[in-house]
């Protein structure tokens, strides 16, 4: 007993560091959003529902003593909400996948219901609040370009990526918040596989093997189609659609990298070397998406026939 409470004052403790070390480090900000549901799921996993939602509760009081209601509400919103669903899912005997969907469906639920109430409340419809927050994130990027030791030309230049980059995230805002939160689950999945006490527990068929359904492919075509081919609202519309479809492609076909990797017996470093390159190294990702898309019909990981001779 006392064991179980030592690690959720430290899980909720963790949860608070983290969070404060993103905001005194900014270049570890993504690694601190991919970890923060951690601890409260891994509690959650070994323990049971009540240590977990103890963890949760206990990091919104955390917060809200450190940063007010708002850092309190964001935390329980953004990932609050995640590391307790996922892992009552998980120790359900859900499959990793359905699991990560339905949180991911249970948190952007909730997240559009306070955001459409917010919006109400300041009078400018979730488009406007939306278009707001990347207005002044454009704002800030502007301010410290001209902080920088750059030429005229190179921070005109900067400011046009700026520009458009803005302009991308107004259009596709729901479809990049959804696909961030699904990118942290599925970090916490990848986490909570390899923790103590759940390592190699979880349903689910093992990511090299994983696959997506056919039946997805009509909505990459029918957002294709839509994007090159319809007109606003409709290309809207398919752009989000395609920014949900893409990413998912993109995981089938690191599914069949993983499956190559494991076939041919890959060292741990150099698998590691060989992630890292397909995540950030152009064109690698469209190489490995891909592969995702066209294993539809040619099933790399499906065993060959060698003809006799």
Known sequence: MGRRVWQVVGASAATLLLLTGGEFAAFLALLVHLLLPFPAAW?????????????????????????GIGAAGGYLLQFGIGSFCLPWLLRRNWPWDRAVVVTLAVVAIGSAVVFGAVAFQ?????????????EAQLAEGKRLSEA?????????????????????????????????HGMILLFVVLLLNRAPGVK??????????????????????????????????????????????????????????????????????????????????????????????????????????????
């Open 148 to 180: 920088t030791a750059l030429s005229l030309e190179q921070r005109a230049e900067l400011e046009a990526v700026l520009e458009w980059g803005a302009g991308f995230i107004r259009r596709a805002y729901p479809a990049l918040a959804l696909v961030s």
């Open 122 to 134: 300041q009078g400018k419809g979730i488009n406007g609040l939306a278009a707001s927050q990347v």
């Open 200 to 309: 190699g527990l979880m349903a689910g068929s093992e990511f090299r093997h994983w696959s997506v359904s056919p039946w997805l492919i009509w909505f990459l075509i029918a957002g294709g189609f839509g994007f090159v081919l319809g007109r606003d609202p409709v290309q809207t519309v398919a752009l989000n659609l395609l920014v949900v479809v893409v990413p998912i492609y993109f995981l089938q076909g690191l599914a069949i990298v993983a499956f190559f990797f494991w076939k041919k017996s890959v060292g741990p470093w150099v698998r590691g070397l060989g992630y890292f390159m397909a995540v950030t190294l152009n064109p690698l990702p469209m190489l490995v998406t891909g592969l995702g898309i066209f294993d539809l019909w040619i099933g790399f990981r499906k065993p060959r026939i060698r003809e006799k001779e």
């Open 43 to 67: 509690v959650h996993m070994v323990h049971g529902p009540a240590a977990g939602g103890s963890v949760v509760g206990l990091s919104v009081a955390l917060f809200f003593l450190y940063s």
